[in-house]
């Protein structure tokens, strides 16, 4: 159980957004995240320390990049098995780019959806799979015009 209480695996997923995308603290990751955490999501993948890491600097990234993004679990199921809970979540992530992303702010707003697979044990995410729509960001924000005007 972590130390907020809850073993719940939606919730697990919930506070990573809440707490840690939204906000660009890490510190929920120290938390939630397995010592032993394996994480499989390109650009995010690693085992351990190394994951948790990348996880914390992604939440950084994602905060400087949408300072005001908000994350709304809109669909979410969990399969109980022998080594966890697998839950499946897709979430809504909306916001505005005033930090920097692959280049200036550009005051666009986004709408984007994610989907996450995540095996949660005792309250932690001891296994992780993401897929953030990066095509919608790159497009809705401009990069994908920037990158194709350039051939």
């Known amino acids: 159980m972590n130390e907020n209480g809850t073993n719940d695996p ?3 997923m919930q506070r990573m957004f809440e707490e840690g995308f939204a906000t660009g603290d890490g510190a929920v990751a120290d938390e939630l995240c397995s010592p032993d955490m394996i994480d499989h999501q390109f650009g995010l993948a690693g085992t351990g320390a190394e994951a948790i890491e990348h996880v914390k600097a992604a939440m950084a990234d994602v905060h400087g ?3 005001d ?6 669909d979410s199921t969990t399969t ?3 080594q966890g809970d697998t839950v499946w979540v897709r979430a809504h992530g909306h916001g505005t780019n ?3 992303f692959f280049g200036p702010p550009t005051g666009c707003e986004v ?3 994610v989907i996450d697979v995540a095996r949660v ?6 296994e992780h799979w993401g897929v953030p729509d990066r095509f919608a960001l790159l497009a809705q924000t401009g990069v994908l015009g920037r990158l194709t005007s350039q051939s």
């Open 10 to 12: 939606v919730r697990v």
């Open 65 to 67: 990049a949408f300072p």
């Open 69 to 74: 993004i908000k994350f709304t679990i809109e």
């Open 80 to 82: 109980p098995g022998p």
């Open 98 to 100: 005033t930090g920097p």
């Open 111 to 113: 709408d984007f959806t």
């Open 121 to 126: 044990v005792d309250g932690q995410i001891v």
